[in-house]
């Protein structure tokens, strides 16, 4: 499929044998696998299973390089996801999301071939998978340590202790642990405040570990942001790590300081259809389709941007940052400067790193690297 | 595929026969073929080429309803968009969009069997044409009469005109007129005001045709917003509209004023995944890759939000408005009132208005009716 050598104009990888056309996914697959290389590293100095979650990349490819580095439990945040990596020998899955009881003949399915670990919140969900499930699944109660989105909180402990109770009773159902994510640390201001969250997070479900831990039983503790993974260093207590963004990074995390610019590893390539010098802009193929209308904050000047420019000698951000300003539908709008605007021509390709990772995979549906060869993705 | 009776709790759809599991796209067919022939007779009316815009929905199925009403002349805003439409019979088509060289070799295809339209603004799209097409094409020279996004700025007289001189030497291209599109209307204050960019638009393009056309040319203008298609009544000197977003509408729309809430034709339903009490909210498996993170701005409360939530008794927002005001990349966020949060329980379906209806329908990839009717996307 991709065969020839292609120019690209001003975003020019020098190895590129691509034949790009439309808007492409490019994929650093060296920078994703140092990515990887380093988390695993990471949970390994601190005994941690490392479960990562492949929300963020989705593709059966991308996963394999997780198993040629030993890894064989993996979080999902959907039933679908969960069959698709299932389809390719995955074996042991955390779906990371709170169940959706309008799905539980296909999490039946599902668990009669894989180990199955599924996250609740609420007595309806065990009520109906008592009432449906016919394969013994583990279970995980989902805890809001602060992010405010799902989980019972943290310091309700009545309640989760009910919960557990109710899973205790059940004929088909395993309780395994305590299950978090520390959302608020997307939120969050600084290095520290990040690392404040995790510590406190952790502290959170460990007071409530004891709290509700009968003798004899060790319940896990799974946590999973990227921000956390990327900088805490402390992980004492905690069992199990789910990072998922950390394949890629992105220009959310960057801001966030998870990582730098350079850990970067996806850029949207978008073709230059038109050049405005008399207001100093170009417009390129590439819109809220391609990208995903998820901002970032660029923090000193306070302005939310789509995307950022990189320029031919790799994927650096040059001197002159350019910000993808403005994303209708399929156009994207660049601000550049009289010198960028005289070296861009009609029909270059331009790559943007994306503002959430995540979401630009998801629309695009799949990536392709500079050597040419293509990945997939679920919703390709 | 959809087969069985399913109760779907809170968004009960009477006729509903279908058996959702996860989040659905729901098209009111019957609304959208009532939004399709108020467009029809409106364009009859006032003597218009009506070429609409089939972005919003990408799909053969619901493009066949325009075709039984007659339509034979269409608008996309990709090379793919046109073959996908071209497969299922459509033979006059305009790709409102840049002109994008790379794919100049799809193009040539595209036009050895149908009627193409293109859109350029720049010499460098006209010396690729004129290198490599085999067939002939029209061409829209595009102009901007004010969104600021693509187009020759219109007072630019002289480079249009140049531009015209260039098309009109090429043995390839047929100069066919004048195109805009008005996309400021979209941030228009109010209804008068939506009306007056449309004035100026038409105004701007017939002084801008009187200049540049010789004796005896017949340059055509086409403009094209829904906006402007819905709330306008003078169209003297307009010679074709291209409105897509009419045929489902959304709350841009409605908070545009140029539609009413019941012209709101497609409605994501959602499973209740968790209920918080203690903050009053409700979250459902419904997030940004569902609806996409584009956002509509409730005018009196000046606050953003990415959809609305419908009632159980047809496509009415009840009196409590509840607003999507959070979403992650699978969790959407609603804000419910004590009285809410009892009547809804988990597994219900939440039906919610999308904030704009072409995103929704390109992250979701399909439609279904109340019938149990599946219509096609190009994304799915």
Redesign the interface.
Known sequence: MISYICLVGWFTVQTMTMN???PTLLLDSYQCRRNLSHMVSKARQHNLVFRPHF?THQSVKIGRWFREEGIEKITV????MAQYFARDGWRDITIA???????IS?VNELAGGVDLHLTV??K??VE?LNHSLQHSVGVFIKIDTGA???GI?YH?TEEIAGLKQQIERSPVLHLEGLLTHA?HTYKAGSRDEIIQIHKETRDRLVRLRQHIQREGEELLISVGDTPSSALAEEFENIDEIRPGNFIFYDLQQYHLNACSINDIAVALAC?V????K??GQI?V?GG??HL???TFLEGSSRVYGYGVIINEKGWIVPEEKIIVS?L????G?LNVSPYMLKRI???D?IGILPAHS??TA?MM?GYADVEGNVYDHL?G
């Open positions: 790009m056309t439309r929300k945040s959907s039933v679908e999301f709170p169940l959706n009881i309008n799905e296909s919140l609420n309806e969900s109906a405010k989105r799902t909180p309700q959302g073709p259809v038109a050049r405005h008399e207001r417009i193929y809220a389709v995903s209308k998820d403005g209708s539908q399929e156009h709008i021509v009609i029909g390709f995540c979401l998801n549906g919703s």
